[in-house]
């Protein structure tokens, strides 16, 4: 049942009762085995559609990076500052430039979506 809420969880849906006799989409589940379809694969393989609710098991939220000793935070910075997609984000808000929409345009889809997330970016 977890599994099934953390599914439906993503939709935006009304569930609502309807009798057998007005139910006439049933699945499988609730009619009668078909004589007819018996022994016969099914020409689509089953794809199981919770696969993905036990990805989601684990809380959702921030992790923080832990780096190891031999990292200093100098070098952090310097590798942050170095990175193709960081590195314009963090010399831009140290500058307090604001590139224009033309000029987003000619960087990485990782550049704008961390420039679209600006105001909540602290150095």
């Not at 589940?29 to 689509?44: D, L």
């Amino acid at each position: 049942m977890a599994r099934w809420i953390e599914t439906l969880a993503e939709f935006d849906i009304e569930i609502e009762h309807r009798p057998g006799l007005v139910h006439s989409n049933v699945d499988g589940v609730f009619r009668p085995f078909c004589k007819q379809c018996e022994g016969k694969v099914p020409k689509t393989r089953w794809i199981d559609k919770l696969q993905r609710a036990d990805k989601l098991t684990e809380p959702l939220s921030v992790n923080p990076i832990i780096f190891l000793p031999e990292i200093t935070d100098d070098q952090v910075k310097k590798l942050q500052a170095q990175d193709a997609d960081l590195g314009p984000i963090i010399k831009w808000k140290k500058d307090g430039y604001q590139p224009t929409p033309d000029y987003l345009k000619s960087k990485s889809l990782d550049t704008r979506t961390l420039w679209a997330q600006v105001p909540a970016i602290h150095l």
